[in-house]
């Protein structure tokens, strides 16, 4: 039966909350979500949806007394029965037609448009996203599933290899097994999706274990491949804390590969734990990890003071500077530094700080730890630099930090090495572009980085020598687009996994090459030509 062919892929639309219909639209979900909360969830392990007596609670960081529901806290004893659901759907679903894979990937997406907003209100309520925020990574979510469903058609059958003679071969791609999911909060629907996605349309089976901070959003993804059609068993919803459950996952014999995103010291855990093999384990664990970063945006003598100054405020305090990718280091070349120091307090004081679901620029930090985190670096940044916008927590409910500036940071100042993943930005002064490129590359991160100049040899320059998976010249350091920025850093950052790009499936495949010596036929005989008949 010939394959059907799926149309070109397209970046899915944000929606325009300026329009008085769109702000309706959100302000109708979040009504309809807040008139659920507190509500309780099961595990879903194969086909059993399994209550516990311990719960994890997620709470809405904007009002923590607000509960958005309960969710089971997983044993080492149900993580263990996880895995072998997840071991015996494998048989199966590694058997399944590749190309039905990926329609179920694609009618996952058509079920994601159909519940934007629902999906977006959840956002709003369990991480503090304003309404883009929490509409892009909505959309980052749909690419994946379109995107990674084509990257299945594109890998599926029989891949070409040259010709030897006497032989006929092929190449094919196989599934890896069973892998445990760890998503992150900060993009707790776009992520989990992507990397949930990945390794379902692949052939694998999944335990996914979403991140205590927004396990609603795990909840939501795992109703949706139900309905897309998914079987039982290849998706295992599995709320639990991090710790002892969390190595149980990674040190399992049954394990085959680990999908995590989160911070540096945790993945570099899993890295190790998964490094030791386990009594009847077979194979070598594959680790895909992403680990933050220290992202610098640097600004030449020439650059356009306005633009640079809008992005770095945009990379930086977009979703409370709460990205892997978020700008924490504007590097300015002293000619133009005072200019961009100005502006950049122009733009940050003129941030408004609210409560999400009235759509405010900044929300809510994640919660108290993280609060009490920021302001552990901001104390701390008064003694390293001048501070000039910020400094301290906002209202009386929730857990607010004010968006913070430090200007005059040194290169090897706390403030400008460690990630704090919050509205801080450190603001450092260089003589020249050379120092420039040195202080970008002096962290021991390499995700993303921007430079605004208009000196065609800087820019070509920083191609060159600023080392990070994703750099961006005269635009900001944040909002990759899957497809068109394949997302993934270097050193302390990951593995540079390339999220949303060509390279990204590998990651959950192996390739097997079969080769079978065929008998030769043996050559026709020339016929002898006739010569011409003489006299």
């Known amino acids: 039966m010939p394959v059907k062919r799926l149309p ?8 325009d909350f300026s329009l008085p219909k769109e702000k309706a639209a959100m302000e109708s979900a979040i009504k309809q979500a807040r008139a659920s909360l507190g509500k309780e969830y099961p595990l879903l392990i194969g086909s059993e949806r399994i209550k516990t007596n311990d719960f994890i609670l997620s709470r ?54 159909r519940r934007r907003y629902e999906i977006n209100a959840w956002m709003v309520l369990e991480v503090g996203k304003n309404y883009l925020e929490a509409d ?16 299945m058609y594109r890998l599926a059958g029989h891949q070409p290899v040259h010709k030897n003679q006497g032989e006929v071969g092929y190449l094919e791609y196989l599934p890896l097994g069973v892998g445990v999911i760890v998503p992150p909060w900060n993009f707790p629907f776009a992520i989990l999706v992507g990397t949930a996605s990945a390794a379902i349309v692949t052939g694998n089976t999944i335990i996914l274990k979403p991140s205590s901070d927004s396990p609603m959003m795990g909840w939501l993804f795992a109703e949706i491949m139900h309905e897309a059609g998914l079987p039982d068993g290849v998706l295992n919803f599995f709320t639990a804390p991090g710790g002892e459950i969390g190595d149980y996952l990674v040190k399992s014999p049954v394990t085959r590969f680990i999908s995590f995103t989160g911070s540096k010291e945790i993945g570099l855990r899993i890295t190790q734990l998964a490094a030791t093999p386990e009594k009847g384990q077979k194979w070598i664990k594959r680790v895909v990890a992403e680990m933050g970063g220290k992202d610098g945006i640097v600004v030449a003598k020439d650059a356009d003071v306005e633009n640079a100054a809008q992005g770095i405020v945009s990379a930086a305090f977009g979703f409370q500077g709460q990205k892997c990718s978020a700008c924490s280091r504007a590097i300015v070349e002293r000619p133009i530094y005072d200019k961009i120091v100005s502006r950049v307090k122009e733009l940050v004081d003129a941030l408004e700080i609210g409560d999400p679901r009235e759509n405010k620029a900044i929300g809510p930090v994640v919660n108290q730890r993280a609060q009490e985190k920021i302001m552990d670096y901001i104390k701390l940044g008064k003694s390293e630099g001048k501070l000039i916008s910020g400094g301290g927590t906002f209202g009386k409910e929730g857990f607010y930090v004010k968006p913070t500036v430090f200007a005059d940071i040194a290169p090897t100042a706390r403030l400008a090495q460690e ?41 070509d320059r ?10 961006y010249l005269n635009r900001k350091c944040t909002g990759a687009l899957v497809g068109v920025h394949p997302f993934g850093g270097f050193n302390m950052s990951g593995t540079d996994s390339k999220a949303g790009g060509r390279d990204y499936l590998h990651l959950f495949l192996q390739a097997r090459v079969v080769a079978e010596k065929v008998k030769e036929l043996p050559k026709k005989k020339r016929k002898a030509k006739r010569k011409p008949a003489t006299k």
């Not at 749909?142 to 990674?148: A, K, N, T």
């Not at 260089?430 to 980085?449: P, S």
């Open 8 to 15: 070109n892929f397209r970046n899915e639309t944000y929606k």
């Open 462 to 471: 920083a191609a060159k020598e600023f080392f990070v998976g994703n750099l």
């Open 136 to 151: 892009a990574d909505t959309a980052e979510a749909i690419d994946f599933l379109e995107f990674y469903a084509r990257e």
């Open 419 to 459: 990630e704090i993943f919050g509205p801080v930005l450190a603001i450092i002064p260089v003589k020249d572009f050379d120092e420039a490129l040195k202080v970008a590359n002096n962290t021991e991160y390499g995700l993303t980085g921007a430079v605004y100049a208009k000196n065609r040899s800087k820019l």
């Open 60 to 113: 809405n960081p904007a009002h923590p007394s607000e509960i958005i529901g309960k969710f089971g806290k997983g044993t080492v004893g149900l993580a263990q029965r996880s895995l072998d659901t997840a071991s015996k759907a494998f048989e199966s679903w590694r058997l399944v037609d590749p190309y039905h894979r990926a329609d179920i990937l694609m009618k996952a997406a058509a079920i994601c448009r």
